[in-house]
């Protein structure tokens, strides 16, 4: 009994030992083959596949190494706009994460005096240039692509182009108004231009195709208030405009009552009064 208990306790050790093996082995060749596809960008001769094996690594939270396909992406095709697209926004993560350090570490208040340089375009503001100006050239031969007209509004918004980017995004609604996403960040933009009437309309349509998309119903307590605030605002501007023109209306200068006022007429013996020499006055 004895024995078959220790034969049963090796077998089940051995078989321990090799599953761990085989897990470790298969997670080391998965992290090798992600570090081998970004040490390779340079090695990628399709763009389309480096665009692919980039947008895969920023899924998987791989920032940095997806910037690197990325690149490789635009470099083999400069008229990419999605590529260009994904790249701004991988750039503006770690930008984002680089000026959390920063601002943490160093004194953010300018001394007396002291001047700051210019602050240079960052890497994702260029990224969404470029993005929006392959975008504008991909949609004048396919002017249907409401994907195409989505993204570039999203990369005017990145760049707080904010008129363009509601233009881009009324035009991707236009083409697919059945999309959620589209109404919501359509109402998003116009929520940001302080057009609290217009956006109701598009925020309404996107809880109406998704009742549990949270964030048009967020964006619609929003502009439902921002309207509120307007409307107060302009019926009292008009109120006290009224009121002024009412006051005005009713209230006169001394000088105006006085230029008003009839003049006594003269009678006759006035007038014999005036013309009457005086009796001290030499003839």
């Given at each position: 009994m004895l024995r078959t208990l220790s034969i049963i306790l090796l077998i089940f050790s051995v078989a321990f030992q090799f599953g761990c093996s085989w897990f470790s082995g298969s997670q080391n060749s998965n992290s090798g083959a992600q570090q081998n596809s970004a040490?390779?960008?340079?090695?990628?001769a399709d763009a389309n596949v480096a665009l692919a094996e980039g947008s895969r690594l920023f899924d998987n939270g791989d920032t940095e190494k997806a910037i690197e396909l990325l690149n490789r992406?635009?470099?083999?095709?400069?008229?990419?706009a999605e590529a260009y697209f994904k790249l701004g926004v991988?750039?503006?993560?770690?930008?984002?994460?680089d000026a959390s350090i920063v601002e943490s570490q160093v004194e953010q208040t300018p001394l007396p005096g002291e001047t700051r340089p210019k602050a240079k375009k960052t890497n994702s503001e260029k990224a969404f240039e470029k993005a929006i100006q392959a975008y504008k050239k991909h949609v004048e031969s396919n002017p249907n692509d409401?994907?195409?007209f989505f993204n570039m509004g999203r990369a005017y918004n990145k760049l707080n182009e904010d008129e363009d980017a509601?233009?881009?995004?009324?035009?991707?609604?236009?083409?697919?108004?059945?999309?959620?996403e589209y109404q919501t960040e359509l109402g998003a933009i116009l929520i940001k231009l302080a057009q609290y009437h217009e956006a109701i309309a598009p925020l309404r349509k996107a809880i109406d195709l998704d009742p549990e998309n949270s964030r048009a119903i967020d964006l619609l307590e929003d502009a439902e208030a921002g309207r509120k605030r307007v409307d107060?605002?302009?019926v009292k501007t008009q109120t006290n405009s009224n009121s002024n023109a009412n006051t005005n209306s009713n209230t006169q200068t001394p000088e105006a009552n006085a230029s008003t006022k009839p003049k006594p007429q003269e009678t006759k013996e006035t007038k014999e009064t005036k013309t009457t020499p005086s009796a001290n006055k030499p003839k």
């Amino acid at each position: 009994m004895l024995r078959t208990l220790s034969i049963i306790l090796l077998i089940f050790s051995v078989a321990f030992q090799f599953g761990c093996s085989w897990f470790s082995g298969s997670q080391n060749s998965n992290s090798g083959a992600q570090q081998n596809s970004a040490a390779n960008a340079q090695e990628i001769a399709d763009a389309n596949v480096a665009l692919a094996e980039g947008s895969r690594l920023f899924d998987n939270g791989d920032t940095e190494k997806a910037i690197e396909l990325l690149n490789r992406a635009v470099e083999l095709n400069p008229d990419l706009a999605e590529a260009y697209f994904k790249l701004g926004v991988a750039y503006a993560l770690i930008e984002a994460r680089d000026a959390s350090i920063v601002e943490s570490q160093v004194e953010q208040t300018p001394l007396p005096g002291e001047t700051r340089p210019k602050a240079k375009k960052t890497n994702s503001e260029k990224a969404f240039e470029k993005a929006i100006q392959a975008y504008k050239k991909h949609v004048e031969s396919n002017p249907n692509d409401d994907v195409a007209f989505f993204n570039m509004g999203r990369a005017y918004n990145k760049l707080n182009e904010d008129e363009d980017a509601a233009r881009s995004l009324k035009q991707a609604v236009k083409l697919k108004p059945d999309d959620t996403e589209y109404q919501t960040e359509l109402g998003a933009i116009l929520i940001k231009l302080a057009q609290y009437h217009e956006a109701i309309a598009p925020l309404r349509k996107a809880i109406d195709l998704d009742p549990e998309n949270s964030r048009a119903i967020d964006l619609l307590e929003d502009a439902e208030a921002g309207r509120k605030r307007v409307d107060y605002t302009s019926v009292k501007t008009q109120t006290n405009s009224n009121s002024n023109a009412n006051t005005n209306s009713n209230t006169q200068t001394p000088e105006a009552n006085a230029s008003t006022k009839p003049k006594p007429q003269e009678t006759k013996e006035t007038k014999e009064t005036k013309t009457t020499p005086s009796a001290n006055k030499p003839k």
